[in-house]
T-cell receptor, first 113, second 113 residues
Framework: DSGVTQTPKHLITATGQRVTLRCSPRSGDLSVYWYQQSLDQGLQFLIQ???????AKGNILERFSAQQFPDLHSELNLSSLELGDSALYFC????????????FGPGTRLTVT | SQQGEEDPQALSIQEGENATMNCSYKTSINNLQWYRQNSGRGLVHLILIRSNEREKHSGRLRVTLDTSKKSSSLLITASRAADTASYFCATDAIWDSSYKLIFGSGTRLLVRP
């Protein structure tokens, strides 16, 4: 158990809908990272927050957005969903900024039908 | 594009044999990490090797790094069925003026009992 929690575990929704994925980092970790993992694209970095502020953007679509709240939990919002958005979405956390060891949550499996 | 690429994409060995996975990357790095992912689960950090290190051990894991060839290898000795998983290398890359982790495409390891 990494100490990172993600909810929900599974999500099935229809095209055009909007969903929110939630992540609680390890106690004391200030950085939260979101990744998308699909069969054809592999593990793609989406966005990072550090202590409530956006720190870096990766391959994140404009239909997607995220935020980190004062209690350091984070939410990833996916809107106007398409079939191709079906994937595993992982949240990871680390104590500080920088490319050091990250602790991954169990993921949310999103299926868009 | 991926910073790190693993080789082979898939590997099948008998329990007790050694497994070697390779990772090549494109740009200079500060450190390289290896992660493990059981099917559909979150990634687990295995080991980090810094750019000024050539070899590192952790239990049955041995990682080497050759910065002149921009490559790393992960050796799992005396493999067990429980080692069946996907293994990813991750390198740091400049992103928005700070270092972020970029994951390779992974090697799927199957250890047959």
């Amino acid at each position: 158990d990494s100490g990172v929690t993600q909810t929900p575990k599974h999500l099935i929704t229809a095209t055009g809908q909007r969903v929110t994925l939630r992540c609680s980092p390890r106690s004391g970790d200030l950085s939260v990272y979101w990744y998308q993992q699909s069969l054809d694209q592999g593990l793609q970095f989406l966005i990072q927050y550090y202590n409530g502020e956006e720190r870096a953007k990766g391959n994140i679509l404009e239909r997607f957005s995220a935020q980190q709240f004062p209690d350091l939990h984070s939410e990833l919002n996916l809107s106007s969903l398409e079939l191709g958005d079906s994937a595993l979405y992982f949240c990871a956390s680390s104590p500080r900024d920088g490319a050091l060891e990250q602790y991954f949550g169990p993921g949310t499996r999103l299926t868009v039908t | 594009s991926q910073q790190g690429e693993e080789d082979p994409q898939a590997l099948s060995i008998q329990e007790g044999e050694n497994a070697t996975m390779n990772c090549s990357y494109k740009t200079s790095i500060n450190n390289l990490q290896w992660y493990r992912q059981n099917s559909g689960r979150g990634l687990v950090h295995l080991i980090l090797i810094r750019s000024n290190e050539r070899e590192k051990h952790s239990g049955r894991l041995r990682v080497t790094l050759d910065t002149s060839k921009k490559s790393s290898s992960l050796l799992i000795t005396a493999s067990r069925a429980a080692d069946t998983a996907s293994y990813f290398c991750a390198t740091d890359a400049i992103w928005d003026s700070s270092y972020k982790l970029i994951f390779g495409s992974g090697t799927r390891l199957l250890v047959r009992p």
